[in-house]
């Protein structure tokens, strides 16, 4: 699926995204309770970098818990940054936020960042080289040592865990509430437009990118959340 295919996708679901996911909300809090763990240590004022950011979910959590951070939120969908933002609004951290319509290339070029977050995105970048460029990027807009927290389906589909991990996953999507066509919809993507790796080969394109050693923090069915640090530059 190309990346405006995914772009309309999310468009047209903006609105009513949040509601139609509210369901696994547990999956989503216990990775944010844990991101909190990650980023402890940064600075009062860190800068935090948030790639493909949604509605803003993990902002919102940061935002009401570190009161001197600030945040740049990257999403190629319209609709969607206008969610995050309203939510900003609401939430009352707006000004601290900045919120870029695009992707992370077209991101004016500005000081270094502190941390980043990227949480299921590169997942749709289904060429290995282009998915480690994908990181390479995030990693050239970070200061040294920064910290990225990432997140991506992954698995091995050719084991047989897959097959019945993925029935344990569609199963919860049915408690969530989402229809059949959805779910039959979502075993398609899977198959076809989402590149779902082993969990070691995930890390090793996240290395590939730019990053040092990176550590497995989070698994939640097939969810899986790596935090790195940027590798210090090759000496010439």
């Known amino acids: 699926m190309r990346s405006d295919e995914i772009k309309d996708i999310f468009d047209q679901q903006a609105s009513s995204y949040d509601e139609r996911w509210a369901r696994t909300a547990p999956i989503r809090d216990a990775l944010h309770f844990l991101l909190e763990a990650v980023f402890a240590e940064l600075p009062a004022n860190a800068r935090v970098l948030c790639i493909g950011a949604g509605t803003g979910e993990e902002i919102a959590y940061l935002a009401k818990r570190f009161p001197g951070w600030t945040f740049t939120a990257v999403e190629p969908s319209g609709p969607m940054l206008a969610v995050c933002r309203d939510k900003a609004i609401k939430g009352g951290y707006a000004e601290r936020c900045h919120f870029h319509e695009g992707y992370l290339q077209s991101l004016p070029e500005q000081a270094a960042f502190d941390a980043a977050t990227c949480f299921l995105v590169s997942q749709f970048i289904l060429e290995r080289d282009a998915r480690a460029d994908f ?14 927290a990432s997140s991506d389906l992954a698995s091995d589909v050719c084991s047989p865990h897959y097959e019945a991990l993925l029935e344990t996953w569609l199963n919860m999507m049915v408690i969530a509430g989402i229809p059949a066509a959805g779910l039959e919809q979502m075993r398609a993507a899977y198959a076809r437009d989402v590149a779902v790796l082993p969990r070691e080969q995930v890390a090793a394109i996240i290395e590939a990118g730019g990053f040092a050693n990176p550590v497995l923090f989070y698994q939640a069915g097939l969810i899986h959340a790596w935090y790195s640090r940027r590798a210090a530059p090759d000496a010439p």
């Open 135 to 148: 990181f390479r990027a995030i990693a050239a807009r970070l200061g040294p040592d920064a910290l990225l």
